[in-house]
């Protein structure tokens, strides 16, 4: 790890945490053809979008800061039925569908909530 930090006092630990996330977050960049490139595909008539399994909030500062934001939509933007694995249940609040184990997928499927026979999501 980093001997020379001691990471059991708070402060030195935030500190230290603090320099990794900037550091780690300047590092983020776009490559120059990703840009052009989504633009293409939207031009075609192709829906762009992006699918991660990290923090909504982190992953829209991502695309914020690397300046892809307006060039692709999350899931329901491209139509796309969305279902929140939430294990931690730390999302209760959430205006999609919501499971706690993938063991409730099967029951997700058939119910109202679930996708539509096209696997899109359902409309009204």
Request: hydrophobic share 45%; with cysteine; glycine share 8%.
């Amino acid at each position: 790890m980093a001997p020379h930090l001691d990471l059991t006092n708070d402060e030195a630990a935030d500190t230290a945490f603090a320099a990794y996330l900037a550091r780690y977050e300047a590092a983020w960049v776009c490559f120059d053809d990703a840009i052009p490139a989504l633009r293409r595909l939207r031009a075609h008539g192709l829906t762009v979008g992006i699918f991660t399994n990290g923090e909504q909030a982190h992953q829209e500062l991502k695309l914020d800061l690397v300046g892809l934001r307006d060039e692709v939509l999350a899931a329901f933007g491209c139509g796309l039925q969305a279902l929140l694995l939430d294990r931690g249940d730390r999302y209760a609040d959430a205006t999609v569908p919501r499971i706690r184990t993938l063991e409730e997928v099967d029951g997700w499927l058939r119910s109202a909530d679930g996708p539509a026979p096209d696997g899109h999501r359902r409309s009204g």
